[in-house]
């Protein structure tokens, strides 16, 4: 506690036995609220302010579930919202023969083949957060054009996993020059300004391809 920054919350990963029966509204709004109790408690004890606390969710929720959440997130006073963790919608995979998806077994797919969904996540949990919520973007990030697309959904912030082992450990920095040539060549004088610039044109089209996953 003394060391974190913040604290993510996962109730999204597909590998874990009903972890994610924990983004049902009552458990959600239970589970937040216990931890922000102690969020409180150990941040007296510790004489720091509290650490913000941001809910990771799934790509594969309804857009009902989605408005929920951004409610119940909003109710505990969380900091914000990682958008988002792995899939297990496998029907993204295109180029992949279908035995070789299903000899792979059961899991979370990360990766390409989350980028659209995620970002789709993004522009609505924007849109409905309307600012009080931060969002981290999550979710096929392999370069600057990738990470762009995030912020201007409504990411403040993104992080990257899977691209890290294809475009190597400066990927960071490639994404951050990249970025820097992105936004002047837009018109923005900073990523804030770009921030869910393009949101209700993302969200738009995703509530008109898809109502539920």
Request: hydrophobic residues 40%; glycine residues 8%.
């Amino acid at each position: 506690f003394p060391h974190a920054d913040y604290v993510a919350i996962n109730v999204s990963s597909p590998n874990t036995p009903n972890l994610r029966e924990l983004q049902k509204a009552d458990a959600l709004s239970s589970l937040l609220g216990e931890l922000q109790r102690r969020n409180r408690e150990l941040a007296t004890k510790h004489a720091r302010s509290t650490v913000p606390l941001l809910v990771k969710v799934s790509p594969d929720l309804s857009w009902p579930d989605v408005e929920m959440i951004v409610d119940v997130a909003r109710g505990a006073g969380m900091a914000g919202i990682i958008a988002t963790n792995t899939t297990i919608d496998h029907s993204t995979i295109r180029h992949t023969p279908q035995s070789v998806v299903e000899a792979c077994g059961v899991g979370g797919l990360s990766g390409a083949p989350l980028r659209a969904r995620a970002t789709e996540i993004i522009a609505a949990l924007y849109q409905l957060a309307r600012g009080s919520l931060t969002i981290i973007g999550v979710g096929g990030i392999f370069n600057a054009a990738d990470a762009w697309g995030k912020i201007c959904a409504g990411a403040s912030l993104v992080q990257l996993y899977t691209g890290f082992v294809y475009e190597g450990v400066t990927a960071a920095r490639d994404i951050n020059e990249g970025l820097r040539e992105i936004a002047h060549r837009e018109g923005f004088r900073t990523l804030d300004e770009a921030v869910g610039s393009r949101a209700s044109e993302m969200s738009a089209v995703s509530n008109q391809q898809s109502a539920t996953v």
